[in-house]
């Protein structure tokens, strides 16, 4: 065995032009065809489980998943046989469960497969000309059929089951519809093609007999049963933000252009359905490139219509961003549950729509997003690892440049060039790379979003060499060319030290030990080279197959290998010359390049189908290689000084904006608050006078009530009166009748005895002669009936062999003409007037022993008929003897039955009178109920009606009138506050100035004791001083320094002392307004509650209605057999039904009982909301009012 395992962790890449490449497994798992088989991706987790084809499968060309998810066919090809195989994805990996394979798949492979509803049949179609319908009991591995198709050019088909038969397979293609049915071993044709030949690209089934198909030309066509049912026609569509941009342009503009792009872009400008898929709602197809329109049922006559269109997004990291999303799509597929719809287009891109349940959120225009990340969509030339980072960069032929993170399994930065790149290298600190195009190399700096070139350089077209490696240490590099040499170049003396040349062989990959003293080297001579000191030491052999590229891991214990067929080789160091080594299925085309990681941990490979491969390697005994120091990867990014301005302006232009935003909105909601105010002032009013005219209604209808109860009880007494009169004349009429019916059957007793006198008399003589006439018939019957025999048997011998010779005719007849039918189509228009003859002359001899068959028919019919009568007459004889005998017997037990059915129409007919007596006073009464019932219960409801808006009305005024009154409440609070303060400033105001008035009276008297001293300058400037003295202290002075600068510490502590008492406020509101909510909700549930009830009983008063209709026709059918019974007496009772009826009445009694106690509930609960207003709850949960006065206090202590 091997030294290391290899394992895919991620498949990054998607295979195109495979039918049925996308579709769901889970509500979160897509499956994919990639490579050289398909994966599984969750959406959420994002892992990856890879699912590889046969052994030295080159990919799959069609996949199809079973109803039931569980299993996947798969058609591929191995060594140019097609083989169809079916995997089993609920086993953990998934294996393969049965490969399939018949001589009508020799010529071509599969392109479409399809499972029946019960996952036990599998559909095959191979393309025509020569193209092939296989039908499958895959488990057995049995063909069940197959049918062949001649159809011109190669054209796209495609095959798939009805939903609900496991018999019906739709067929479509270019120029023909088929719908097959399976039975007795062959696939019959049950449609018939109407009409001119369409190029049928695509179909889905929507029910169990409609199919939907798209042709070439953008149409939609629906059958049903196989007929055409609906057809429409879908235009070619553009991006509305391209149509803005084409009506932008000048006509100046559009004639410069030349007429070859005209003519290519009337070409693009056809329209065709390219995919279609349906759903529960409808369904969903391609018209054009880049969109999918949904189109959902309706009830008119266009049976579907568009409701959605979704594009998909433009790249902006594309050279050409127009082009990038105007890609063909070639599969759409719905996830169970119908939230998310993927697609498949043919440059390997898959995107995702989530699809929106409610209509009202659905926008005209939508756009997908890609279901993980851009792909590659050509084959990959150039990939490399750095040191510091955790990244892979690789280039491709669709002029793309990718950095990828191989341990998230991610696309971290992506753009696109006009020219193709063919060689990559990153920088070991992962944020710089060279790329090498087809005339120079750029230098491109890895920024935070995007890929910056600051630098380029001119080369020369190279061509020759192939690849270059690097030593550890940097000193010198080895390079292989297409000329079979191998080089070895010192950096430091810039010579080269070693070559290695093998003309015979063109090299394509070589790597490296860690020594750097050994070299490996792979070729088109189908070998592995070890190269050391210029000659090859040892050759490794491919088995059949080209190396095309070598990794080597840093320990020097692994060796892996890319092949051309797209395999992995995991061998061990020394090189095995057997075939010791494990070989992986992973790529669909030649391995390009590969690479093993700084601590052997991952190894990334690339190929010509544009997939790239991440490996986990694992040592012999399946553990992970270990390594000496764990990697630490780095996590710096650049990013231009221009970025960070740009973006540091969008942030300071939208802190401005959102300042702009609240004054806006506090202006409004102040607007808002004026007009609210008005409006509670009229609806308070409006709500006092609703509340006084309802309170008069209640009076009225109460007072209404009354005087019905009282006519009621009147109209009772007055039935029961006219219920015993007529049971009176009833009794009186039933007495004579009886009287008649005993007259009646005294007659019948007499006929009767002298029946039975005649009867006997005649049997006597019918028994004698019955004895003589049968033996006589038995013996003539018997010789007939041996001679017939005889002819039967012979008759039938000629009529078998007759019949097995106008089968075989027939088969042989219907065999020729299918295929001389299907060969005049395709090749020989001229022969048809030839063929036709043939056929006329094939008919008339049909004709012919169709009518020697009718001939031979009618003779035996003839006979049978013959024999038959014989046999009639016989059994008539038999039948009429014992007719006599049972009529006798019958006879005597109709006397016996009449004396007792007389009995029993007398009891009867005297139950029956009594019922419908009974049946009438209830009639009566319930007539009445109903009338007064329904009259109640309509001006009952029109009150609740008016009654519930003046509620709603006057509950939502009430909150607003709580609202204001809290508001002004706290208004009075802080007013009365201010107040108090400023009458004990007035206070101090006062007292200050009385002391400055006594000061100033008491300064004026020392100062005139002083004026007196004006001649004597001495005195008066001494009594200067003690003035000074006396009235002019340093505390004064102190005091007013003091109090200057103790104003501004008082300004701020009432200024905090406010808006601590304002959140307070707030606070204490938010909590009112939700007491108030609660006791408002708790009003309208008891409001629904009652309407709920008023509908209960109103379905109950449709149930008693249509109880009494039954009533009323069960009373005149009732009526109507009495009638009957008294023109005709003799005919039977019918028991039974009065009786249930009964039980019905009785029922219906009940149901009315409990109807009025339920009304009368209602009436007191209105009584008592009439009386206590409704919105108490509200009036009760007042605001509490605010002590403001002792908060102030407390802040000033």
């Not at 011109?152 to 495609?158: D, T």
Request: with cysteine; net charge negative; glycine share 4%.
């Amino acid at each position: 065995m091997s030294a290391a395992v290899a394992q895919p962790v991620a498949v990054l890449g998607c295979r195109p032009g495979v039918a049925g490449g996308v579709c769901f497994l889970e509500d979160q798992v897509v499956l994919h065809a990639v490579g050289a088989g398909c994966v599984q991706l969750h959406l959420q987790q994002k892992w990856h489980k890879f699912i590889p084809g046969i052994e030295k499968t080159r990919g799959m060309q069609a996949m199809a998943i079973s109803p039931d998810r569980r299993y996947l066919a798969a058609a591929e090809t191995v060594a140019d046989q097609p083989v169809l195989t079916v995997y089993d994805l609920s086993s953990l990996p998934a294996r393969r469960r049965r490969t399939l394979s018949a001589v009508e798949l020799q010529e071509r492979i599969a392109v479409s497969l399809a499972f029946s509803p019960d996952c036990q049949y599998l559909a095959a179609a191979t393309a025509p000309p020569g193209g092939h319908l296989t039908y499958w009991l895959w488990e057995k591995q049995r063909l069940m059929a197959a049918v062949r198709l001649e159809a011109p050019g190669s054209s796209v088909c495609q095959v798939s089951f009805s939903p609900q038969d496991n018999a019906q397979v739709c067929f479509t293609g270019n120029g023909f519809f088929k719908l097959f049915k399976y039975s007795e071993g062959t696939l019959k044709q049950i449609n018939l093609e109407k009409g001119m030949p369409q190029n049928y690209l695509c179909h889905t089934w929507l029910s169990k007999e409609e199919v939907i198909c798209g042709t070439d030309t953008g149409k939609l066509i629906l059958f049903e049963t196989g007929d055409l049912l609906w057809e429409t026609s879908v235009e070619y569509r553009k991006p509305h933000r391209e149509l803005e941009e084409d009506a932008m342009t000048t006509e100046y503009e559009c004639c410069s252009v030349g007429s070859s792009v005209d003519n290519g872009s009337q070409q693009d400008s056809l329209p065709q359905i390219s995919a279609i898929a349906a759903y529960s709602k409808g369904f969903a197809c391609s018209s054009s490139p880049g969109i999918v329109l949904l189109f959902e049922k309706t009830r008119e006559k266009e049976l579907y219509k568009e409701s959605q269109e979704i594009w998909l997004p433009k790249d902006r990291f594309s050279s050409d961003p127009k082009r990038s999303g105007r890609q063909n799509i070639r599969c759409i597929c719905f996830s169970p549950s119908e939230e998310m719809m993927v697609v498949n287009t043919h440059k390997n891109q898959l995107y995702v729509f989530t699809m929106l349940t409610t209509d009202f959120m659905k926008e005209r225009i939508a756009y997908f997003k890609h279901l993980t990340f851009p792909l590659h969509s050509a084959s990959i030339t150039g990939l490399d690892i750095c040191v510091w980072k955790s990244i892979l960069a690789t280039c491709s032929l669709d002029r793309s440049i990718r950095i990828w993170n191989y341990q998230t399994n991610t696309l971290e930065l992506y753009k696109e060039y006009w020219e193709e790149a063919y060689t990559v290298s990153l920088h070991p600190t992962g944020l710089f790379c060279l790329v090498g195009f087809s005339d120079k190399l750029r230098f491109i700096s890895l920024l935070y979003e995007d890929m910056h070139v600051f630098k380029e350089l001119a080369v020369i077209k190279c061509r020759e060499i192939r690849s270059v490696k690097w030593s550890a240490d940097d000193t010198k590099f080895i390079s292989c060319d297409t000329h079979g040499a191998v080089y070895e170049w010192n950096l430091s003396t810039g010579e080269r030290e070693t070559d290695c040349v093998l003309k015979s062989c063109r090299y394509s990959s070589i790597d490296l030990s860690s020594d750097a003293k050994v070299i490996f080297a792979v070729g088109s001579d189908q070998t592995l080279k070890e190269i050391s000191e210029s000659s090859i030491q040892h050759e490794v052999p491919a088995f059949g197959v080209v190396y095309t590229a070598v990794a080597v891991s840093h320990s020097g214990h692994m060796v892996f290998v890319g092949t051309s067929l797209g395999t992995i080789r995991a061998m061990k160091y020394p090189l095995p010359l057997t075939m010791d080594f494990n070989e992986y299925q992973a790529h669909a085309g030649a391995v390009t390049k590969m690479s093993i990681t700084n601590d052997d941990q991952f190894l990334l490979t690339a190929s010509e189908d544009g997939s790239i491969f991440i490996w986990k390697v694992y040592e012999k005994g399946g553990g992970i290689v270990k390594w000496q120091k764990e990697a630490e990867h780095a996590e710096e990014v650049l990013i231009l000084r221009s970025d960070i301005k740009e973006k540091s302006q969008a942030m300071l232009d939208l802190q401005i904006r959102v300042k702009e935003l609240q004054t806006e909105n506090y202006y409004q909601l102040s607007l808002k608050d004026m007009y609210y105010n008005e409006k509670i002032k009229e609806l308070e009013d409006n709500f006092t006078q609703e509340i006084s005219s309802l309170k008069t209604k209640h009076q009225n209808l109460q007072t209404e009530k009354e005087n019905q109860e009282q006519q009621h009880q009147l109209q009772v007494s007055e039935l029961m009166d006219k219920q015993a009169r007529e049971m009176q004349k009833l009794e009186s009429d039933s007495n004579q009748k009886l009287l008649m019916e005993n007259e009646k059957y005294q007659e019948l007793d007499e006929k009767s005895q002298k029946m039975q006198e005649e009867y006997e008399k005649q049997l006597h003589s019918l028994e004698e002669s019955k004895s003589k006439a049968v033996k006589e018939l038995t013996e003539y019957y018997e010789e007939k009936l041996n001679e017939k025999s005889v002819l039967l048997k012979e008759t039938e011998e000629d009529m078998r062999q007759q019949l097995r010779a106008h089968e075989e005719i027939k088969k042989q007849i219907y065999e020729d003409e299918d295929q001389e039918i299907m060969e005049i189509k395709i090749k020989y228009e001229r022969q048809l007037w030839e063929e036709k003859e043939s056929n006329m002359q094939l008919k008339g001899e049909i004709g012919v022993m169709n009518k020697r068959l009718n001939s031979l028919q009618k003779e035996l019919k003839e006979r049978n008929r013959c024999i038959e009568e014989m046999k009639l007459a016989q059994q008539k004889l038999q039948i009429f003897t014992k007719s006599l005998e049972d009529d006798i017997l019958s006879l005597k037990k109709e006397i016996q039955e009449r004396t007792d059915t007389i009995q029993d129409k007398e009891k009867h007919i005297y139950d029956l009178k009594m019922k419908n007596q009974e049946l009438e006073k209830c009639k009566f009464v319930q007539d009445h109920r109903i009338v007064e019932l329904k009259k109640l219960i309509e001006a009952r409801g029109n009150d609740v009606k008016t009654m519930k808006k003046q509620i709603y009305e006057t509950e939502g005024e009430l909150e607003r009138f709580h609202k204001d009154s809290t508001e002004l409440k706290l208004n009075v609070t802080q007013l009365q506050q201010k107040l108090k303060a400023t009458d004990n400033e007035m206070h101090r105001e006062r007292q200050k100035k009385q002391n400055m008035e006594a000061l100033i009276k008491r300064f004026k008297a020392d100062l005139h004791n002083c004026a007196g001293f004006i001649q004597e300058p001495k005195k008066l400037k001494s009594g200067i001083r003690e003035l000074y003295t006396k009235y002019v202290q340093e505390s004064d002075l102190e005091e007013i320094e003091i109090a200057q600068k103790d104003l501004q510490p008082e300004c701020m502590r009432q200024r905090e002392y406010l808006e601590r008492n304002l959140a307070a406020l707030k606070k204490k509101l938010v909590k009112n307004q939700e007491t108030h909510r609660g006791a408002y909700m708790h009003i309208m549930q008891e409001n629904m509650s009652l309407i709920k009830e008023i509908n209960d009983l109103r379905q109950e008063l449709k149930a008693a209605l249509t109880q009494l209709h039954h009533l009323k026709s069960t009373l005149k059918l009732t009526k109507k057999r009495e009638a009957i019974q008294d023109t005709a007496p003799r005919s039977e009772p019918l028991p039974g039904p009065a009786v249930l009826r009964l039980n019905a009445e009785k029922e219906n009694e009940k149901i009315i009982e409990m109807q009025q106690l339920e009304i009368q509930y209602l009436r007191n609960q209105i009584q008592e909301k009439g009386q206590s207003p409704a919105v108490q709850p509200l009036l009760a949960g007042n605001l509490p009012e605010l002590n403001l006065e002792g908060s102030h206090k407390t802040q000033q202590q």
